[in-house]
């Protein structure tokens, strides 16, 4: 299966980082993020591989130029960005996708399986399906619920709640590509209410294992000491 990596944010999130140097090349270890994320893929079977990128493209493509061990392994190709074009309507310039193929963002650290993704979506017969994660969310407040007099009705100390969220990992059928308006800018979330308006089949896979989103310093720190002591289980 082919996958398309979306590297071409400015990771503005990930400041001071990423203000002269690309978000996915931070790395983890001694290893880019987006490397890390390449080599999970060559385990799972992934030999096309396709990076969309645009901020400091130059430094992305300079970087794999030197990765020669790594271009034997893989076919790895890029697809420049103008302009940002959102976290879906890069998908619009990239060649020969005419099969089902991953996506996924370039600074995301997980253990998913991507075989057994791609295996759900067919047998779901979707048209996309999203990797999706638990996440649990604390309020660090009391929490009051009350009705239009004023009157409480409950009050919650600090409460905790659940939400399933993207992992920005996808499985897409090419169709998808009809609802891409080329060299327009269109976001995932836009993407996938047109799809739900018309009526398409759109699927959420639940992963219980490993994964950060790399979307800020802390989230950055937690990775790195996740990496740090996991090392292996994104090895394997």
Same mark, same amino acid.
């Given at each position: ?9 400015? #990771? ?20 880019? @993020?987006?490397?890390?994320? %390449?080599? =999970? ?6 030999? !096309?591989?396709?990076?969309?990128? $645009?901020?400091?493209?130059?430094? %992305? ?19 420049? &960005? ?6 879906? $309507? ?20 997980? +253990? ?6 791609? =295996? ?26 009350? #009705? ?22 996808? @499985?897409?059928?090419? &169709? @998808?590509?009809?609802? %891409? ?8 979330? +836009? ?16 992963? !219980? #294992?490993?994964?950060? +989103?790399?979307?800020?310093?802390? +989230?950055?720190?937690?990775?790195? &000491?996740?990496?740090?002591?996991? =090392? &292996?289980?994104?090895?394997?």
């Amino acid at each position: 299966m082919r996958a398309v990596i979306l590297a071409g944010g400015k #990771g503005t999130r990930l400041q001071p980082f990423t203000a002269s140097f690309p978000k996915p090349l931070v790395p983890l270890g001694d290893t880019p @993020v987006v490397e890390v994320l %390449i080599r =999970r893929l060559v385990r799972c079977g992934v030999r !096309d591989v396709t990076l969309t990128v $645009g901020h400091l493209a130059e430094l %992305i493509k300079s970087y794999f130029d030197h990765r020669r061990s790594l271009a034997r392994e893989i076919k790895l190709s890029f697809v420049e &960005e103008e302009e940002p074009l959102g976290t879906a $309507g890069s998908l619009a310039l990239v060649p020969g996708l005419t099969e089902t193929f991953l996506a996924m963002n370039g600074d995301l650290l997980t +253990d998913l399986d991507f075989r057994k993704l791609a =295996r759900f979506h067919r047998e779901q017969g979707a048209l996309l399906t999203i990797a999706t994660h638990a996440r649990e969310v604390k309020i660090d407040l009391g929490v009051m619920e009350f #009705g239009a007099d004023f009157q409480l009705t409950g009050y919650r100390e600090k409460p905790r709640q659940t939400f399933h969220v993207s992992m920005g990992v996808y @499985v897409y059928e090419p &169709e @998808v590509l009809r609802y %891409i308006e080329p060299h327009r800018y269109l976001d995932f979330p +836009d993407l996938v209410l047109r799809l739900l308006d018309a009526g398409e089949r759109v699927r959420a896979y639940l992963n !219980d #294992g490993l994964w950060l +989103d790399i979307g800020n310093p802390e +989230d950055y720190a937690r990775a790195q &000491e996740l990496f740090a002591a996991r =090392r &292996e289980a994104f090895e394997q």
